[in-house]
């Protein structure tokens, strides 16, 4: 059961949220799209409902929120080293029903991977995530193939339309919250999308010689090797680590990590200046590989959710639904070499 209350009402709401917990939702930025002529829509703080994005798709995901873009993960000297000490409210963060699976991703890549990784939990812990619903599917969007247009693992679900918020919450810490709010009671459901215009057929029989395929050599054409697909994407979570000494004293300084593409040339490079997957196309491959196959034989499901993001973001027009749905030629044609 949940229950409706006036829009101003949920303002006073979140004004008392702020005093616990950081609001994040998606925002229209206005002039910092790819020209200054046009707009974008980020994550960022909110204050009131009223600055939350709720009819367009956000143009980078919510991983900015639990996965900065920098982060320092120790001081150094010459003689020691010292984590910082993070003093951030817990998060309340908006999402879509894909970026809510893409979160499970994440959390199985730092928290459930053999290892904890102690800064991402930091920021993870004790965070809440709000549902947004998809009355219908925006361009590029294949969440339903890919079985992550539903959700129910939420803390709370909103809908604003025509003055008025519609909730259902799950989360008995956030349900105190709305005590002492007029409300009427009724049933809310969220929304969710139940097709997509654009299909994909990830192939059953789908196997690692696929990788022998000439379909791979298309990207090496096409790809510029941006990294832009990586850095939209709410599952990938690649990162490298730079050391920082500071021109005052060259003895001190920060270790930071930052989001790295495995796309980008130099991000395989090792000692010696060897470096796996040279061309473009064999890095589409691996990220394909990754999203389609690997994950999926690690974690039962596919690491790709299907937010579309990447094709939205591509300066060259690459589409990842389309290169997926190449995968069954693809295979068809390494069979047909082996006979």
């Not at 991703?105 to 991402?120: Q, T």
């Not at 395929?213 to 054409?221: A, C, G, N, P, V």
């Not at 997926?324 to 070499?337: C, G, R």
Request: proline share 4%; hydrophobic share 30%.
């Amino acid at each position: 059961m949940g229950f409706k209350i006036r829009t101003k009402d949920l303002n006073s709401v979140f004004e008392k949220m702020s005093g616990s917990y950081k609001i994040v939702a998606p925002i229209v930025v206005e002039g910092a799209g790819r020209c200054s002529e046009t707009d974008i829509v980020r994550y960022d703080e909110v204050k009131r409902v009223e600055d939350i994005e709720f009819n367009r798709k956000s143009d980078y995901s919510y991983k900015e929120a639990l996965l900065p873009i920098t982060q320092t993960i120790l001081f150094f000297t010459q003689d020691e080293y010292k984590e910082p000490v993070v003093n951030e409210k817990p998060q309340i963060i908006f999402v879509r029903s894909c970026d809510l699976h893409g979160v499970k991703r994440v959390d199985d890549i730092y928290l459930r991977n053999g290892f904890v990784d102690p800064y991402y939990k930091k920021l993870r812990e004790g965070v809440k995530f709000v549902l947004i619903g998809c009355e219908k599917s925006f361009d590029n969007c294949y969440c339903v193939d890919m079985e992550t247009n539903k959700s129910d693992n939420y803390d709370a679900y909103l809908k604003v339309s025509d003055g008025y918020a519609y909730l259902d919450i799950k989360d008995d810490e956030l349900k105190e919250y709305f005590n002492e709010t007029p409300k009427m009671e009724m049933e809310v459901n969220p929304d969710f999308v139940t097709e997509n215009k654009i299909k994909v057929n990830i192939p059953e029989n789908l196997t690692l010689d696929v990788m022998d395929s000439k379909m791979w050599d298309e990207y090496s054409e096409r790809c510029i090797a941006c990294g832009r697909c990586n850095f939209v994407c709410p599952t990938c979570t690649c990162n490298t680590m730079q050391d920082i000494y500071y021109s005052d004293n060259e003895n001190i300084g920060e270790r930071r990590r930052v989001w790295a593409s495995c796309q980008v040339p130099g991000y395989t490079t090792m000692a010696g200046g060897h470096e796996f997957r040279k061309a473009n196309g064999q890095k589409m491959r691996f990220k394909i590989m990754h999203k389609v196959y690997d994950y999926k034989k690690r974690w039962g499901y596919h690491m790709c959710v299907g937010c579309g993001r990447c094709d939205d973001i591509c300066p060259e027009y690459i589409s990842v639904p389309g290169c997926i749905n190449k995968l069954q030629d693809a295979m068809d044609e390494v069979n047909s070499n082996d006979k």
